[in-house]
Structure formats: structure tokens, C-alpha cells
């Protein structure tokens, strides 16, 4: 008696560890497609979604490989985030010129929000009248033709300092670090007239570098934002917090 009432329990335990997760999988894609009508994409895990394609190898290639075989428009979940990939001409000219307006607000991803200050910047503000006002100003005081040439002595300038530098040097020229010198520079002149001291550009310049890998890296609090966990065990926000305080440090100091 006893050994068949443990076949039956074992029998339950074995359907319920199939079927339980199973049923949770379904629900969770279920709620995720919530009825839409959404593009082709590849089979998704519970909790980090398609992760798990992008792993094995170099993220562009893995794209690659999964838009051969989905087609130029797919669905990717990152984490609970639904990522829209585009990979033909055709598909990025609907988004990005036929339908621009229905795609013209980025979105802001945890980082970036500290980073911007809730999107304040003119990248991740909201399309709307504030963008507007933004995007008047940039062009009319920097973008214009007449702006842009009255800037030509600035790049002459810097371009010349730039080439003095490489003329000085030994055999071997670090062309990226002097590119970023000339770039930051010229900007610094044109926009705040003037240019900061080469240690606050090479702290600038280091905490761009820093921008860049937190932006375009992979961390739980923007894979999972809704996640309270995923942001306590993610040093991204921290980080982000860290650069903002320097960058606005620096432009601070040349303002003042």
C-alpha cells in the first residue's frame, strides 16, 4: 500500500513540475502579447525573454543570424523589455521616415534617466513642445549656416593644434585620444567660448568613455525596470550617478 501511494505521489510530483512551469510560461506570454499583433521573433524564456540568443556569441552576429531566419522586422524581449530590431533598408525607412512621428520619443531606460535628468536632454526628451524648443535652440545658436562659419577659426585653430601635437611625437601616435582632444575642444569653444584645462578634458573625456559602455551594456535595472530587486542588485544607477555628478562637475566649472 504504502509503495503504490508512493508511485502516485511521484507520478503528481513529476506532471506538476512539467506542467506548472508550463502553465506560468504560457501566462507570462500570454500577458506579454496582451492580443497585439506583433512581429515574427525567436521562442522566449520566463523572466529574461530572449536573452539566452544573444549569449553564445557576438550580439551583432546573433542579430544577424536571428533576422535570417525571422525576417527584416522581429520582436526580442530583453529581460521584461520589448525590443522592436529592424535590419533592411526598407524597414528602417517605414520607422524612421514614414512613420518618424509614431517612433520620435526614444525610450528612457533607467541609466539614461539619471544620466539626463529624467530626459531632460534634447536625445531622450519626449516628443513634444519642449523638444521643440530644444532642437530651435541648438539650431539657431549653434547649427545655422552663419554659426557654423563663424566657428571656422575654432576648428582651424584646434585642427592646427592637433597636428602640432602628432608633428611632436615619437614614432608612435595615439590618433584616438588626439581626435577626442580636438572634438572636445572645438566644442567646448563653441558652445561656452572656451576651452577647459586639459585635465578636466581628459576626466570629461573618460567619463564619456564611461557613458558610452553603460549606455550600450546589458544590466539588470534596465532589463528589468519594473523590478525593485533588479535594481538593488544592479551598480548601474550607482555608476550613472557617479558620471553625472562629474560631467555636471566639469561644465559647472566652466560656466562659472
Known amino acids: 500500500m504504502e509503495d503504490t501511494t508512493s508511485r502516485y505521489y511521484s507520478v503528481y510530483l513529476g506532471w506538476a513540475l512539467v506542467l506548472v512551469p508550463l502553465a506560468l510560461a504560457l501566462t507570462w506570454r500570454k500577458r506579454a502579447n496582451n492580443g497585439l499583433r506583433l512581429p515574427p521573433g525567436p521562442w522566449q524564456l520566463p523572466v529574461i525573454g530572449s536573452l539566452h540568443h544573444l549569449v553564445r556569441q557576438l550580439p551583432h552576429r546573433a542579430l544577424r543570424d536571428l533576422a535570417m531566419r525571422h525576417g527584416p522586422v522581429m520582436l526580442l524581449r530583453l529581460g521584461s523589455v520589448p525590443t522592436m530590431v529592424l535590419s533592411s533598408p526598407d524597414a528602417a525607412r517605414e520607422v524612421l521616415k514614414t512613420q518618424d512621428l509614431a517612433f520620435a520619443t526614444r525610450r528612457l531606460t533607467a541609466t539614461m534617466g539619471v544620466l539626463t535628468c529624467g530626459g531632460r536632454d534634447m536625445i531622450f526628451?519626449?516628443?513634444?513642445?519642449?523638444?521643440?524648443?530644444?532642437?530651435?535652440?541648438?539650431?539657431?545658436?549653434?547649427?545655422?549656416?552663419?554659426?557654423?562659419?563663424?566657428?571656422?577659426a575654432i576648428r582651424e585653430e584646434e585642427v592646427a593644434t592637433m597636428l602640432r601635437a602628432i608633428q611632436s611625437a615619437g614614432p608612435v601616435v595615439d590618433l584616438r585620444a588626439l581626435l577626442s582632444a580636438l572634438v572636445s575642444d572645438g566644442t567646448f569653444r563653441a558652445v561656452m567660448g572656451s576651452r577647459c584645462?586639459?585635465?578636466?578634458?581628459?576626466?570629461f573625456l573618460h567619463e564619456l568613455d564611461r557613458?558610452?559602455?553603460?549606455?550600450?551594456?546589458?544590466?539588470?535595472?534596465?532589463?528589468?525596470?519594473?523590478?525593485?530587486?533588479?535594481?538593488r542588485l544592479s551598480n548601474a544607477l550607482r555608476r550613472a550617478e557617479e558620471i553625472h555628478a562629474s560631467v555636471f562637475g566639469i561644465i559647472k566649472g566652466i560656466i562659472h
Not at 213 to 230: E, K, V
Open 125 to 152: 526628451a519626449p516628443y513634444g513642445d519642449y523638444w521643440r524648443q530644444l532642437r530651435k535652440i541648438a539650431v539657431t545658436e549653434v547649427l545655422t549656416a552663419g554659426r557654423v562659419r563663424s566657428f571656422r
Open 197 to 203: 584645462d586639459s585635465k578636466q578634458r581628459d576626466l
Open 211 to 231: 557613458i558610452v559602455r553603460l549606455a550600450t551594456g546589458l544590466n539588470t535595472a534596465d532589463l528589468w525596470p519594473s523590478s525593485w530587486l533588479a535594481g
